[in-house]
């Protein structure tokens, strides 16, 4: 990259060939004629051609000082511009948010919605994950989903979660109606990659011994296992957090009442030394809204 001359050498330039004077030009820079002078020495220096003829009370320009000051003029008011604007600009006030897309989809919204009423002037951006793609850096706040015997030191706990069954409000098992729990065992099963121990813990609470777990749908996104269960394609066993939506809009029921705590649950890094206000106040917002949906679903 080519070197350029310093800034205050084009200012002082400026400045000296607006007034045709150092002094002036020096009055107006709120500095000494001599640095005046000098900046406009050495910029002549570093261009190996006067910019200035030197008379013995003014200044004029040369040919050269003339061709160049246009630019030099535009190219300051650009930068003043820049300046200005980025000054008088309010203050942005943005939170970064990574979170799991099954919890980003179904629960999230709903906390944007209400914070974004309230604080209408924070900017959210979401980092939708995928498994533990959650690199540290992007966002000021993560959410990440882990087996409750294995959490990282230093994670919060978003609620308690409790498994449930859900399918179809039409799906039917030999032409009857999903209803009884043991009607599993002839079910076809939609089962999350990565989440065996769903189904096993449904399997030992109703003491289902030929559950068939090796046949059936598999995916490792909980919101396409729930579409899957929403077109009659079979049951799926997670969180009730994840099926809350569904179930509330009808589009999946819950056949029968399951009262599991699920392996895995939902925890939230969060910042405890060197959070913005915008991001203190989403982080107070997302452990309140936590709370309510603990509530709703112990």
């Not at 009370?57 to 535009?74: E, F, M, N, Q």
């Not at 006030?93 to 209400?114: F, G, K, M, Y």
């Not at 509330?248 to 699920?262: C, M, Q, T, V």
Request: glycine share 4%; net charge negative; with cysteine.
């Amino acid at each position: 990259m080519m070197n350029l001359p310093h800034l205050s050498f084009l200012r002082s330039f400026e400045a000296a060939a607006r007034h045709l004077s150092f002094t002036s030009a020096a009055e107006e820079l709120n500095c000494t004629q001599s640095a005046v002078s000098n900046h406009v020495r050495s910029l002549e220096e570093f261009l190996k051609r006067p910019l200035f003829v030197r008379h013995a009370r003014s200044l004029s320009l040369t040919d050269v000082g003339k061709a160049y000051l246009p630019s030099v003029r535009h190219a300051l008011q650009e930068i003043d511009v820049a300046t200005q604007s980025l000054v008088l600009r309010p203050h942005t006030r943005t939170v970064v948010v990574s979170c799991p897309v099954s919890l980003a989809e179904n629960w999230l919204p709903d906390v944007i919605q209400s914070f974004t009423e309230v604080h209408p002037d924070i900017s959210l951006t979401v980092h939708g994950t995928i498994w533990t793609d959650v690199d540290p850096n992007v966002s000021d706040i993560s959410i990440i989903i882990s087996h409750v015997d294995d959490v990282a030191e230093g994670l919060t706990r978003l609620w308690t979660d409790k498994l449930t069954v859900v399918c179809a409000p039409n799906y039917c098992v030999a032409d009857q109606p999903m209803r009884d729990p043991h009607q599993l065992s002839s079910a076809q099963l939609i089962h999350i990659l990565g989440r065996p121990a769903y189904w096993e813990k449904v399997a030992v609470e109703f003491g289902l011994e030929d559950l068939n777990q090796k046949e059936g749908p598999r995916t490792n996104v909980s919101n396409l296992a729930l579409e899957l269960a929403s077109k009659s394609l079979g049951c799926v066993a997670l969180p009730k957090s994840l099926a809350r939506p569904y179930v509330d809009r009808g589009l999946l029921i819950e056949p029968f009442d399951l009262n599991l705590e699920s392996p895995w649950a939902y925890y939230a890094n969060l910042r405890q030394t060197g959070a913005t206000p915008a991001v203190q106040l989403f982080q107070d917002w997302l452990m309140t809204v936590a709370a309510q949906t603990g509530d709703l679903l112990g």
